[in-house]
C-alpha cells in the first residue's frame, strides 16, 4: 500500500510538471463533450434563433385612406351664443367623442382609453386640473382642437365644423371637468378675431388616395389613347400639306401631340397657340422651325391641330 502511494505522487508530480500531458489525456473527453452540444444545437438551430417574446406594436401606426368628403360651406357662428351649453350641443358632442376622442382619452374622459397604451406623454386625464397646455377655457380648448398639440398624440381636429368643436367642448367640460372656467366676452371676441368664426369656414372635399390614383389612371390612359389617334389621323393625311407642315416643325410627334393634349389653352385662338409653341420651343416638342411660319401657315396649321385633337 506504501509503495502505491508513492507511486500516485511520482505521477501527479509528473502531471504538475508537464501540463501537456493532462490536456493529452482531458482531451478525448472535452472532444466528446463538444460532439455532443453540437448535435443537440444543429437540429434545434431554428428554436434556439427563435424570438419568444412578442414584438411590442402598441407604437406601430396604421395607416389608414382618406375618406370621402364634398366640398362644403360652413355658415358662421355666434361665439358669444355658442358659448353656453344647450343640451342640444351637449348630445351632439357626446356622439363625438365618442366616436373621435374615446380611443385615446377613453369612455370616462381619464385618458385610459385602448388607443393611449404607449403614447408619451399620455393623452389628457379631462378629470385632473393640472398641466394643460393651452388651458381649461372654452377659447384654450377650441385652439387645441384646432392647431393639436406638437410631440405629442394630440392631432389636430381642424377638419371639424365650428360647431362640432364646440359640441365636443361642452360635453367635455359637463362630463368630466371639475369647475371649468368660464371665458369672458373678451377672450371670446379674440377666439372669434383668430380663427375668423363669424366668417365661416370653406371646407374642401377630399377623395380616398386609392379612388385619387384610379382618376389619375384613368385621365392619363385616356390622353394616351388621344395621342395615339391622332398620330393615326396624320399617318393618313401623310400626303397633305396639314400633316407635312405639322411635321416639318416638330422635333418630337409624340412629346408635341402630348403637350396639346395636357393644355387647352391654345385652343382659345390662333395667337394662343402662337404663344404655346414658341414660348416652350423644343421642351414642348416643337423646334425652331415655327419662328419661320407665315400668317398663312399658322393659319393652316392651327386649323389642322383642332381637326386631329
Not at 394643460?132 to 406638437?150: A, D, F, H, K, V
Not at 402630348?258 to 385652343?267: C, G, H, Q
Not at 390662333?270 to 416652350?280: C, G, Q, R, W
Request: net charge negative.
Amino acid at each position: 500500500m506504501k509503495l502505491d502511494l508513492e507511486k500516485y505522487k511520482e505521477q501527479l508530480n509528473l502531471l504538475i510538471e508537464n501540463p501537456g500531458t493532462v490536456f493529452g489525456l482531458l482531451y478525448p473527453y472535452i472532444l466528446v463533450i463538444i460532439l455532443a452540444v453540437g448535435l443537440y444545437y444543429l437540429p434545434n438551430i431554428g428554436k434556439v434563433s427563435q424570438q419568444n417574446i412578442p414584438p411590442d406594436i402598441r407604437n406601430v401606426k396604421q395607416v389608414t385612406d382618406l375618406t370621402l368628403k364634398q366640398p362644403q360651406s360652413v355658415p358662421p357662428i355666434d361665439i358669444l351664443k355658442m358659448s353656453k351649453p344647450t343640451d342640444e350641443l351637449i348630445a351632439k358632442g357626446k356622439v363625438i367623442f365618442n366616436n373621435v376622442c374615446s380611443a385615446c382619452h377613453g369612455t370616462e374622459g381619464t385618458g385610459t382609453g385602448p388607443g393611449a397604451a404607449g403614447l408619451n406623454p399620455a393623452p389628457r386625464n379631462f378629470t385632473q386640473n393640472e398641466n394643460w397646455i393651452n388651458g381649461r377655457t372654452i377659447s384654450g380648448m377650441y385652439t387645441t382642437l384646432q392647431e393639436g398639440i406638437p410631440n405629442s398624440g394630440m392631432i389636430a381636429y381642424d377638419y371639424l365644423t365650428l360647431e362640432d368643436k364646440l359640441s365636443v367642448i361642452h360635453f367635455i367640460r359637463s362630463s368630466f371637468m371639475i369647475d371649468p372656467p368660464v371665458d369672458s366676452d373678451s377672450d371670446l371676441e379674440s377666439l372669434d378675431q383668430l380663427y375668423n368664426l363669424s366668417a365661416g369656414v370653406e371646407l374642401p372635399g377630399q377623395i380616398p388616395t386609392k379612388n385619387a390614383e384610379e382618376f389619375i389612371i384613368e385621365e392619363n390612359t385616356s390622353k394616351i389613347k388621344h395621342v395615339d389617334e391622332a398620330i393615326s389621323m396624320i399617318k393618313k393625311d401623310s400626303n397633305s400639306s396639314s400633316a407635312k407642315l405639322l411635321n416639318e416643325v416638330t422635333g418630337d410627334l409624340n412629346l408635341a401631340l402630348s403637350s396639346l393634349v395636357n393644355s387647352n389653352s391654345w385652343r382659345k385662338s390662333e395667337s394662343a397657340l402662337v404663344d404655346f409653341l414658341t414660348v416652350n420651343v423644343n421642351q414642348n416638342g416643337f423646334n425652331g422651325s415655327v419662328f419661320n411660319l407665315s400668317n398663312n401657315q399658322w393659319n393652316a396649321l392651327y386649323n389642322y391641330l383642332i381637326k386631329i385633337i
